[in-house]
């Protein structure tokens, strides 16, 4: 499955973007191997980290600095995962990126290019 995030941009603190990553097959099903996805973000100069993930029974985790301003959900009939992004910070600048979570834990994930969000003071 190809996943392809798109919907970043230039933003100012306090504002908000909404990400989408478009899958080219079904995804979230509990039958199949893709049955969670995750938002990831690497900011400049660090490592990537995964800030949201979304389960095929509808789970959501979120780290920290991003609980109760980022939202993850899905539109399966679309086979695209969003992540809705408000009260933005600077420290939310960063390449984002969706992935197959399980994937990446294994550590097989081809990153392809992200999406970039920047957000000024």
């Known amino acids: 499955v190809q996943l392809q995030a798109s919907g970043g941009g230039m933003v100012q603190a306090g504002g908000s973007l909404r990400l989408s990553c478009a899958a080219s097959?079904?995804?979230?099903?509990?039958?199949?191997?893709?049955?969670?996805i995750g938002w990831f973000r690497q900011a400049p100069g660090k490592s990537r980290e995964l800030v949201a993930t979304?389960?095929?029974?509808?789970?959501?985790h979120y780290v920290d600095a991003v609980k109760g301003r980022f939202t993850i959900s899905a539109d399966l009939a679309k086979n695209t995962v969003y992540l809705q992004m408000s009260r933005l910070e600077p420290g939310d600048t960063g390449v984002y990126y969706c992935?197959?979570?399980?994937?990446?834990?294994?550590?097989?994930?081809?990153w392809g290019q992200g999406t970039q969000v920047t957000v000024s003071s």
């Open positions: 097959e079904t995804i979230l099903r509990t039958d199949i191997s893709l049955n969670a």
């Open positions: 992935a197959d979570v399980q994937k990446w834990r294994r550590g097989s994930v081809e």
């Open positions: 979304l389960t095929s029974s509808g789970g959501t």
